[in-house]
T-cell receptor
Framework: DTGVSQNPRHKITKRGQNVTFRCDPI?????LYWYRQTLGQGPEFLTY????????KSRLLSDRFSAERPKGSFSTLEIQRTEQGDSAMYLC??????????????FGPGTRLTVL | AQKITQTQPGMFVQEKEAVTLDCTYD???????LFWYKQPSSGEMIFLIY??????QNATEGRYSLNFQKARKSANLVISASQLGDSAMYFC????????????FGDGTTLTVKP
């Protein structure tokens, strides 16, 4: 399967702990995106990368959140000192990255985070 | 700023019938793309169909078609010959050329196909 993959699929953690999620994009895709989705709502943009460069971060991405994409391949999203409000589905997507509105984003299966 | 509005929280359709899911949008970007995604209960967002703002014809992809009315800023998804496997959450999204990094999503419509 050459789609977007995410690990882990589920994560349960206690408040105050740090968590890290990984996303592996489709191999030829230059852009990688992170979204957060809470129950009953659509995905909300968090950040995106063009190769290894992080080009935009949402205001939703507080200081406790950090994302990296070393070498422009896989990406990690780390949440420090988790809070119950961080409980959500974290979705990763990738696209070819031609910079046009036609550039379709393909999503991974998501990581569901539960903070107790 | 971009905004997507999906006014139907839930829809029901009889198997083998057609159904239209509504989407209206707002943007100041002269060039943009509109997308529809399907999200089954498993959680993965599946890309269905794309419409460009300058495309002259409505997009079609198998049983999916997009009823694009630019003047009304609407991009409704039409699913023909509904199947039980079409039961899922459907999201409308858009992206403008001036900020082609992020997509803006609506809050979705839950479609239930009845046998």
């Amino acid at each position: 399967d050459t789609g977007v993959s995410q690990n882990p699929r589920h994560k349960i953690t206690k408040r105050g702990q740090n968590v890290t999620f990984r996303c592996d994009p489709i191999s030829e895709h230059n852009r990688l995106y992170w979204y957060r989705q809470t129950l009953g709502q659509g995905p909300e943009f968090l950040t995106y990368f063009q190769n290894e460069a992080q080009l935009e971060k949402s205001r939703l991405l507080s200081d406790r959140f950090s994302a990296e994409r070393p070498k422009g391949s896989f990406s990690t999203l780390e949440i420090q000192r988790t809070e119950q409000g961080d409980s959500a589905m974290y979705l990763c997507a990738s696209s070819l990255g031609d910079g046009k509105s036609t550039d379709t984003q393909y999503f991974g299966p998501g990581t569901r985070l539960t903070v107790l | 700023a971009q905004k997507i509005t999906q006014t139907q929280p839930g829809m029901f359709v009889q198997e083998k019938e057609a159904v239209t899911l509504d989407c209206t949008y707002d943007t100041s970007d002269p060039s943009y793309g509109l997308f529809w995604y399907k999200q089954p209960s498993s959680g993965e967002m599946i890309f269905l169909i794309y419409q460009g703002s300058y495309d002259q014809q409505n997009a079609t992809e198998g049983r999916y078609s997009l009823n694009f009315q630019k003047a009304r800023k609407s991009a409704n998804l039409v699913i023909s010959a509904s199947q039980l496997g079409d039961s899922a959450m459907y999201f409308c999204a858009m992206r403008g050329n001036t900020n082609a990094g992020k997509s803006t999503f609506g809050d979705g419509t839950t479609l239930t196909v009845k046998p």
